[in-house]
């Protein structure tokens, strides 16, 4: 797990098993102030959540311990963290199961980066962070 902190914005944790897409969120969510964390899969994930909870999470859906049951036990952890979730292997039915085990927002990849962006801001305004 690595921190990057820069600006004085809320923590964002970036949970992507492909280094050079997580280094694109990283580089996007930097510019805009955010403290980042970065977990490489769902345990990475899950582990950093329990010794702090961020402010969000961003997260990919398919990689190692990843999947519906992985946005279930954020959740029992992470009870009001807002949870985006992006996959590229996604479908109506995923979706439903994703939103119904907890998480906020969903994006099929390739991602609108501004979207993404727009989305996290919005979930954290929403939260009064």
Do not use: W
């Not at 600006?7 to 990283?26: N, P, Q, W, Y």
Request: net charge negative; with cysteine; hydrophobic share 45%.
């Amino acid at each position: 797990m690595v921190t990057v902190t820069k600006g004085t914005g809320a923590v964002l944790l970036i949970v992507e098993d492909d280094r050079e897409m997580r280094s694109l969120l990283c580089d996007e969510f930097c510019g805009m102030g955010y403290h980042l964390r970065e977990a490489r899969d769902g345990d990475e994930a899950f582990l950093a959540v329990l010794q702090s909870v961020p402010d969000a999470i961003l997260t990919d859906l398919r990689m190692p311990a990843g999947g519906d049951d992985y946005i279930g036990r954020l959740r029992t952890v992470a009870p009001r963290c807002p949870i985006i979730v992006m996959t590229a292997f996604g479908d109506a039915r995923l979706k439903a199961r994703v939103l119904k085990a907890g998480a906020n927002a969903y994006f099929d990849k390739p991602v609108h980066i501004a979207d993404l962006k727009s989305c996290v801001q919005q979930l954290l305004d929403h939260e009064g962070r």
